[in-house]
């Protein structure tokens, strides 16, 4: 009996080298056109991944307030936002301050699976390590933007055209 196999030879697929300061490549994104439903995952990424940036300076802003309603006059300030560095110097942070940091940490882990779910696991981890930083973030996915422009696939073409197939119709009445 002889064993065969199929050799699966990926067409379409469009990689993005991620290059450091001195240009040595770091991380290799890739995207595979032919997948029907990739126009679709991208305007979910930008959906997805702007929600929760909004949703993350809301929740900020709340709390912030809430510090400050405990006399702080700022929030205290922690150059690396992990749950490593909080626990590290939680017992000198006021509730609300802890409340703070935490919420910030989950939300950006929630960001991080937005992005990691569409560009490769481990993707934010080679980007960004372990810092966490909404513009930084914010940077890399409007650095993408033209990189999908050459892939031929219009972020504000595909916002149109879903809301044509999915906005309610008009009817005529006679």
């Known amino acids: 009996m002889s064993n065969s196999s199929i050799k699966i030879t990926r067409k379409n697929v469009y990689t993005i080298d991620l290059t450091d300061d001195d240009d040595n490549v770091f991380h290799t994104l890739s995207f595979h056109l032919g997948d029907a439903n990739f126009p679709v995952k991208i305007m979910e990424l930008y959906d997805n991944a702007s929600k929760e940036i909004e949703r993350l300076k809301e929740k900020e802003e709340e709390l912030k307030k809430e510090i400050l309603a405990e006399g702080h006059t700022e929030v205290p300030e922690i150059e690396s936002i992990t749950e490593e560095n909080i626990k590290a110097i939680e017992s000198i942070l006021s509730p609300a ?5 935490y919420t910030e940490a989950e939300g950006y882990n929630r960001l991080r699976k937005v992005l990691d779910d569409f560009l490769g696991e481990g993707t934010c981890q080679a980007v960004f390590g372990d810092y966490n930083d909404k513009e930084e973030i914010s940077d890399f996915l409007n650095s993408l933007l033209p990189e999908f422009e050459k892939m031929g696939v219009k972020i504000q073409n595909i916002q149109k055209s879903m ?3 999915y906005a309610p119709k008009k009817s005529r009445v006679i």
């Open 97 to 101: 301050t802890r409340k703070f940091y």
């Open 163 to 165: 809301y044509k197939k």
